[in-house]
């Protein structure tokens, strides 16, 4: 059962335009994370979310949090070719096992 | 620091041959765990490790054994490689968990 629903699942977008992916479920989570993979590589950790209604700035990513700590949003402003890549929500559902979203493959064209 | 070391990168097997991915990490992170990355499925829990001489299973543990003898060592096994196995696949570790993972850079293996 995949608990974590990604939004858009593909994403292609010219460089210097907004865009934004949404992780929805409809599960209380304790928090959030956000990953990002490049091709041949690992996900990365960007950031984590852990108070409903929280907002966190990573340069021109913007995370938030819903206040009910059942959804959480990836706003990226003015995207540049660098930030191309897989966007990956991630959540503990209260037990020892970390679930992940399918994922966003976001394409940015110079 | 080298952090989550997986081995091979590559591996091509034949259905019905067994073989082990090695994971290690130098961090002295408590909590490991597998994952397989397939087309439009996402990354699913394999097998998770607690602590040393703790495992259990994740999401799609069929076909698969693991044991945890040592903080930094998680290996995955395959005892009969099957064509449905054809994955790459992702060891992680964290402090515990609920915390970050930190990734290897994945072993892309194919069974024919």
């Known amino acids: 059962t995949q608990l974590l629903e990604q939004s858009p699942q593909f994403l292609s977008i010219q460089e210097g335009e907004n865009l934004t992916v949404y992780c929805n479920s409809s599960?209380?989570?304790?928090?959030l994370q956000w990953y990002r993979q490049e091709p041949g590589e690992g996900p990365v950790l960007l950031v984590t979310?852990?108070?409903?209604?929280e907002v966190k700035k990573l340069k021109r990513l913007t995370f938030q949090f819903g206040d009910a700590r059942k959804d959480s949003s990836l706003h990226i402003t003015a995207a540049q070719p660098g930030d191309t890549g897989l966007y990956l929500c991630?959540?503990?559902?209260?037990?020892?096992?970390?679930?992940f979203g399918k994922g966003t493959l976001l394409t940015v064209n110079p | 620091n080298a952090g989550v070391t997986q081995t091979p990168k590559f591996q091509v097997l034949k259905t019905g041959q067994s073989m082990t991915l090695q994971c290690a990490q130098d961090?002295?992170?408590?909590?490991m765990s597998w994952y397989r990355q397939d087309p439009g499925m996402g990354l699913r829990l394999i097998h998770y490790?607690?602590?040393?001489?703790?495992?259990d299973q994740g999401e799609v543990p069929n076909g698969y054994n693991v044991s945890r003898s040592t903080t930094e060592d998680f290996p995955l096994r395959l005892l009969s490689a099957a064509p449905s196995q054809t994955s790459v696949y992702f060891c992680?570790?964290?402090?515990?968990?609920?915390?970050?993972?930190?990734f290897g850079n994945g072993t892309r293996l194919t069974v024919t």
């Open positions: 992680a570790s964290s402090q515990d968990s609920g915390s970050p993972l930190h």
């Open positions: 599960s209380v989570f304790s928090s």
């Open positions: 979310v852990v108070t409903g209604g």
């Open positions: 991630a959540g503990w559902p209260g037990n020892y096992k970390l679930t």
């Open positions: 961090m002295n992170h408590e909590y």
């Open positions: 490790s607690v602590g040393a001489g703790i495992t």
